[in-house]
Structures are given as C-alpha cells and as structure tokens.
C-alpha cells in the first residue's frame, strides 16, 4: 500500500443514502481505496458493529453492501466487520441463498476487539493495535474507577512513543483520539496525563496535549465551520456509542440542548 489511501466517503453515501437517516445504534461503514505493494487498486468496505451480535439481517445487509460497490465500480473489494461489544459474537457463517437451483455464498472477515489480549496487542507492529487496545479499554468506562482507567490510558500512550515510530504530529493526532475515545472528566487526572506525556516525550516546554485537542478542534473548524464540525462529532458520538448526552456534551463542548436538537433530527 505505497500509494497511501483515500476515504470514500462521497461515493458511499451516494450507493447509500440510508446511513445518514439512521439513528441509535448502526453499522459505522467506510469505504476506503488502497493499493496494494503492485500499485493495483483495492477497496476496503469496512462495517464497525456496536453491538456483540450479529443480528439475523446483518450478513445479508453486509451482502447488499457488496454487491452495490461492485456492480457501480467494478473493483476488487474485502469486507470486514468489527465488532466491539463487551462479548464475542457467535461465528457467522456469512449470507446464503438458494432458489432453484440458483444459489450465493457470500462470506467476510470478522473482527472482535477482545480478540487478542493486552499483551499481544502491545508487542504487535501495528498501529491498528493500539487503536484495538485503546477501544477495549473504552468498554471499561463507567466500570471501574477514573483513575485505574487513567493508568490504561497512559500504558497505551507510552506503547504508541516507546515505538519510535510516528513523529510528533502523528502521536499528537493519536494522543487527541486517546483522550477524546477514552474519557475521563477529572481535570486533575487529565493534567497528570498531559504530565507524564512532556516526562515521556522530553517535552516539557512544548504544547500539552490538551492545547493539542484544542488546536485541532480549531483547524477543524476552519475546514467546515466550527457549528458544522461540532454537530458531525455529536451525530457521530450519538449514533456510535453508548454515551449519555452529559458526556457528549462534554465531550463536544456544547449544551445539552445542542446534543437534544441533534439527536431529533437523527430520529426523524
């Protein structure tokens, strides 16, 4: 994949409309072009699923999303489903049909991030790895206290600089993901955080990691607008995750009446 990778987003939501109008909790899809080491273009369709299990139309929903790539585009695409609920959904064996004598077998790759364990996903070459650790460690939320949550917050942040891999805008951007995903309200606890990185990086007089969050936030709102960028993370935190509307809101930095207006217009 020498060529890097490019998002498809335009080209999904006009195969399927259906996924802004849904609500609750869905099908995240993305659809991204890559190339593979021969210079050949590839699609991914990737499907994160909320939810442990599969439900009964979710290998057929997965099936109707492949064939309307496919059909449009005529390219070599994959598929694969990540699931990221608290247990480990029941081995599907994908979509069949059968009618007179005409008959599909449609199967994808599936994916469970509880599939590997702390300790492997540390010693993996990958930075999908951490981003895997720091979503189980995101299932803990509201389960155990903010600041045994705080220490696995810190041992994925230590894994991500100890690799020598990303220069500093790179663990910035993952920094700002790990803080956002994982999220934790103690003022006191995120400035120990924000500490322990300027210990780790060397970096004790440069931008912490919360004037990072911020500084993003405003890039992002020059692209879009920052009413635009605000409600996109809301819908996004609405339709992705289990989160109270005091969470978002805090999160989004926003009232609870923004989150409230957002969330009717998900439901119409």
Do not use: C
């Not at 309307?68 to 609920?85: K, L, N, Q, S």
């Amino acid at each position: 994949m020498q060529r890097g990778f490019e998002f498809m987003d335009k080209e999904l939501m006009e195969l399927f409309p259906e996924l802004e109008k849904k609500g609750g909790n869905r099908l995240v899809d993305m659809l991204v072009k890559v190339y593979s080491s021969e210079g050949q273009e590839e699609w991914l369709l990737i499907h994160l699923e909320i939810q442990a299990q599969h439900d009964r139309q979710f290998s057929r929903r997965m099936f109707q999303y492949f064939y309307r790539i496919y059909d449009r585009y005529d390219v070599p695409i994959t598929a694969i489903a990540v699931f990221t609920g608290h247990q480990k959904p029941v081995k599907s064996d994908g979509f069949h049909y059968h009618f007179l004598g005409t008959e599909i077998q449609y199967t994808y790759n599936a994916y469970h991030i509880l599939e590997h364990t702390e300790e492997q996903l540390l010693s993996m070459n990958n930075p999908f790895a951490l981003i895997v650790l720091a979503a189980q460690k995101a299932l803990l939320m509201n389960r155990i206290p903010e600041h045994e949550l705080a220490k696995h917050r810190l041992t994925i942040a230590r894994a991500l600089i100890a690799s020598k891999r990303y220069d500093n805008e790179r663990i910035k951007r993952f920094l700002y993901f790990l803080k956002t995903f994982i999220y934790i309200g103690n003022s006191e606890i995120n400035n120990t955080f924000d500490y322990e990185i300027d210990l780790l990086t060397g970096n004790t007089s440069t931008m912490g990691i919360i004037e990072t969050i911020q500084m993003l936030t405003q890039e992002e709102g020059r692209e879009k607008g920052l009413e635009e960028a605000k409600t996109t993370f809301v819908k996004n935190l609405l339709q992705n995750t289990d989160f109270t509307f005091s969470k978002i809101a805090a999160l989004a930095d926003v009232p609870l009446s923004f989150v409230e207006k957002i969330q009717q217009e998900i439901n119409r």
